[in-house]
């Protein structure tokens, strides 16, 4: 069975399974692509239609995969009042065409903000610095 | 061997407590990670258990902890305990904040916890929708529903299942209540659901956590894992979001938990009646249903409604945020003003500045001038003021915050996260920005083809000044307010308007002269 089955499987019996599903594809493929949509709608008995509905309705899924790191940078308004904006040209010079320099409308941190994610680690107070040296390990 | 009490919330790692509890275990000390006390400006901060009992010092780095070992460290603060942050406020929903293990089934039977759920599975279902309804509790997430009325509602509906659904899609900037309370007391959730589980006659329970809060999914999946057998037969599951801020709205998150695209629905019929796939359904907030515990055990109900003031009852857990010298989470009964809450207890912005503005209840929150700062916090005291407390956070800005800029975000904000189902919100985002660009850039606009038919004679044949696009703006906004289907389109006029109204000079040159704006 291939991987893409496997995930389906897992989820099938549960209770509006179609989220959970396309997480895992998001995490194993980097991407929900047309393919993966078409085997996913005749799995669940939907149409593709409805399957690509969803998957291009959320910000988290992606319909091809962009194989740069990436570094989320929270934007909201508690970030904006802390000096986010401030960073946003040094950031985006560090990152270049190598790294993908997202937005995100917060991340919970909004008392010790700018805040940024890379992967599941999170870093708060973030100067230009501390923001440029992130965006290069990343 | 000294103990060393260091927080694993997420804040306290973004603020480096990894490296300070991986320091502190290589000093030989024993390392136990609870949740957060919730002053979020001395993060990482570490307890230390001494011959005094526990001594609190923060912000801690690795360099620190010899200083901090032999007593000589100038980060003291005493006992944390006792500090005027957290002796003055009324905690009660994060009574356990800083003082357990997070994943710890002994501290939290230790500290109270299971004793709300015995209590309401020894009484029959309609007596706990009594004492909730009896405490005045009001949905925690920003409408204030009464809770109990929605209980009764779900309680009394016919249906072959039931489900109870706990909204944790904080995606308002400014706001971390539930986040802390997911990752630092996700028993007291779990407990809180169980008891609406019994109370309305639930079998399976949902928790929808927004994708952005990885480390709350790991703690409550672990957290569930654990409880199970304690919550049995009631079953609980955690679904992540996928990064949708309309998903916050309860009917999207619905859709969203069925798999489909977040849209919102149109009510009636009220998921009370026809949720989640179609069945009775309940969807509270995680401060809702974390405040149960409390309400539910002994006395609870009773000293709930004692607390606030009209008809807030209880305690909320406001979030300071933004440039302030020092956020964090502070519960406190209802009625404290806002200024006593951003000057005395927030001691003012983080960078010393005059403060400008503050924007209470997230992105779709009224932006509120010094000068209004004596409104106590209530929900009807911020309605009538044309405000909202929203989910509680208070995001506060220094003098260099540029309104319109903000106020172009808001709208923004609206037109890149509206859902499209309804179309003042989809479209009027889209038209706002635009007059937004024009009222700040001063240009006008020029008299287009149609307008300069002959036919049309009402259009304006001398083109539109800055006056004609505010009333249009004002216009707008008034049509998204009240034509909308949900909060985002029907609230995005409280950051446009309040920004326009206070701070007139900062949508470029003269908008409305001295006179107009008082």
Known sequence: ?138 | MTTVRISDDSLALACGADAVAAAFLRAGCTVERVSSWGMHWLEPLVEVDGPDGWTGFGPATPADIPAILDGTSPKAIGRVADHPFIARQQRLTFARAGRTRPLSMEDYAATGGWAGLDRARALAPAEVIAEVTRSGLRGRGGAGFPTGIKWRTVADAPGDRKYVVCNADEGDSGTFADRMLMEGDPFALIEGMAIVAHAVGAAQGYIYVRSEYPHAIAKLSAAIGIAAPRIAPFRLDVRAGAGAYICGEETSLLNSLEGKRGEVRAKPPLPAIAGLFGKPTVVNNVLTLTALPHIMAAGGAEEYARLGIDRSRGTKPIQLAGNIRHGGVFETAFGIPLRELIEDIGGGTASGRPVKAAQVGGPLGAYIPPSRFDLPFDYEAFAAADAMIGHGGVVVFDDSADMGSLARFAMDFCAVESCGKCTPCRIGSTRGVELLDRIRDGAGRAVDAVEALPQMHNASKAGHGREADVALLTDLCETMRFGSLCALGGFTHYPVMSALEHWPEDFGPKVLGPEECG
């Open chain 1, 1 to 138: 069975m291939d991987t893409l089955a496997r995930i389906i499987a897992q989820h099938a019996a549960s209770e509006g399974p179609l989220l959970p599903i396309l997480h895992d594809v998001q995490a194993a493929f980097g991407c929900v692509d047309a393919a993966a949509e078409a085997q996913i709608a005749s799995a669940l008995n939907l149409s593709r239609a409805e399957v690509h509905g969803v998957v291009s309705f959320y910000h988290d899924f992606r319909a091809s995969a962009d194989p740069r790191p990436e570094v989320q940078l929270c934007r909201a308004e508690a970030c904006q009042a802390r000096g986010v904006e401030a960073l946003v040209p040094a950031a985006e010079a560090a990152a270049g065409q190598r790294v993908r320099l997202s937005k995100v409308y917060c991340l919970g941190l909004c008392s010790v903000g700018p805040a940024a994610r890379v992967g599941d680690t999170v870093h708060a107070r973030l100067d230009v610095p501390a923001l440029t040296a992130l965006i290069e390990a990343a």
